[in-house]
């Protein structure tokens, strides 16, 4: 096996069982063992559907401060609904021309994904990850750090 095979193989996944968020698959960080991704399909209260949780964490799975983390989002989610709204509206769609627009966020756009990294020193930083009909093959991210909105992304 070569140098580059090595380092971009994929690493074996694992089931693990949380008290919270039920069965979860872990995988080992390609560049840190000790480190990696556990993700599960979690039912997210606050839009009565399921999302792709995905959380960076060791092997024994979510720590409490990521529990705290989903908690303190379930509260909070839908106050932080206007401000992501009012920055999908700002972004530049195709020329650059005209800004992306729709009517109504919680109708046109689904929530789909929420990524919680390494909760460090209690600051919560999290990305939520959303679909919407009006822009098929693309995903809107928007990333908070403890709580306040820094940064709608657009991505393919």
């Known amino acids: 096996m070569g140098l580059f095979s090595f380092l971009f193989r994929s690493s074996p996944a694992i089931t693990i069982q949380h008290p919270k968020f039920g069965e979860m698959t872990f995988r080992h960080s390609r560049w840190a063992m000790s480190t990696g991704s556990c993700w599960c399909e979690y039912f997210f209260e606050p839009v009565k559907n399921t999302v792709t949780l995905s959380i960076i964490t060791d092997r024994r ?21 206007p401000e992501i709204a ?13 800004n992306f ?6 109708k046109d756009f689904r929530l789909t994904g929420i990524y919680i990294p390494a909760v460090k020193d209690e600051l919560v930083v999290c990305e939520l990850t959303f679909e919407s009909h009006l822009a098929v093959g693309y995903w809107f991210i928007a990333v908070f750090k403890d709580w306040a909105l820094k940064d709608v ?3 393919e």
């Not at 979510?62 to 303190?72: C, F, N, V």
């Not at 999908?88 to 020329?95: A, E, K, M, N, T």
């Not at 627009?101 to 919680?106: G, L, V």
């Open 61 to 81: 799975g979510p720590d409490h401060l990521q529990e705290d983390a989903i908690e303190a989002l379930e509260d909070r989610y839908i106050t932080l609904l």
């Open 86 to 98: 009012a920055r999908i509206r700002g972004i530049p769609v195709d020329d650059g021309e005209e």
């Open 101 to 106: 627009t729709f009517d109504d966020f919680s």
């Open 153 to 155: 992304e657009i991505s």
